[in-house]
């Protein structure tokens, strides 16, 4: 068997219970039907590095070939205030497993694609694009199957992201930290006006068992009253306190994103 058939078996496999390759019951090998997967994929650079060569890159020659072959919207995004060294944040969704965990070979391929990727391609080791790339391939929440955006997002107005990572110390907690969102956190930061844009469970990638999601707002105050609701609002109130959901998340991970000027999301 070919090795990226066999990888996309066996996550297709793990999709079919939302779970992490560790817990997924053989039994329930089948597809998560009608759900998005996505790759999160950080590009990270060196320190006082330029994003320019790789974000000419991503706008001329990726995301157009990415959305030939079906992949849309593809968001783009950097910190507002990098911690250190600068990344590049990129999101595909696709209701196709196998065209997401293909997509970058078959982009490859794509003679419009070779072209306009060129001078990206040909970069000398003495000053690469980046330093390395993280990705993670994430399964979409029963709670939120499928990507959102809100107006201000769909319209490109000014908009920023937030996107969270909560990693568990256990596959039982990670898989009950999920649950605590689809039973109604999800809902709730509807309600709020948090615009979440992705709930997704890792499937691979580096420090599983992990979920990420992003939520989004118009500005950084407007976002900040938002999650002042949620913070009161009796449904989470209840959640956190339910002795069923203790102990779930061991480390929380947070960047404040903005899109860049291509951003499709």
């Given amino acids: 068997m070919k090795r990226r058939a066999f990888i996309t078996q066996s996550l297709t496999a793990v999709a079919a ?5 560790a817990i997924v019951p053989a039994a329930q090998a089948q597809p998560a039907s009608g759900r998005d997967y996505y790759e999160l994929r950080v590009y990270r650079c060196k320190s006082g590095a330029s994003t320019e060569a790789l974000e000419s890159y991503l706008e001329k020659a990726a995301i157009p070939a990415l959305n030939r072959i079906g992949i849309k919207p593809v968001g783009v995004f950097t910190e507002i205030e990098a911690k250190d060294a600068p990344s590049v944040f990129v999101l595909l969704p696709s209701t ?10 078959r982009v490859g391929t794509d003679p419009a694609y070779r072209g306009a990727a060129a001078s990206y391609l040909e970069t000398p080791k003495s000053s690469p694009a980046f330093d390395r790339i993280d990705s993670w391939i994430l399964l979409a929440f029963a709670g939120m199957q499928r990507l959102e955006q809100p107006d201000y997002s769909k319209n490109r107005k000014p908009r ?10 256990s596959e039982a907690k990670a898989q009950k930290k999920v649950d605590m969102f689809n039973s109604g956190e999800i809902e709730t930061m509807h309600q709020v006006g948090l615009g979440p844009i992705f709930f997704g469970q890792a499937l691979n990638g580096p420090n599983l068992p992990h979920l990420t999601y992003m939520t989004s707002g118009e500005n950084a105050e407007v976002h900040k009253q938002h999650w002042d609701a949620f913070g009161k609002h009796p449904v989470w109130e209840k959640l956190k306190n339910d002795p069923q959901y203790a102990d779930t998340v061991s480390k929380m991970s947070k960047w404040m994103l903005k899109p860049t000027a291509y951003s499709q999301i």
């Fill in 160 to 169: 920023l992201f937030e996107l969270r990572t909560y990693e568990s110390y």
């Fill in 17 to 21: 219970a939302g779970l992490s390759p």
């Fill in 96 to 105: 196709d497993l196998n065209l997401l965990t293909s997509a970058w070979l």
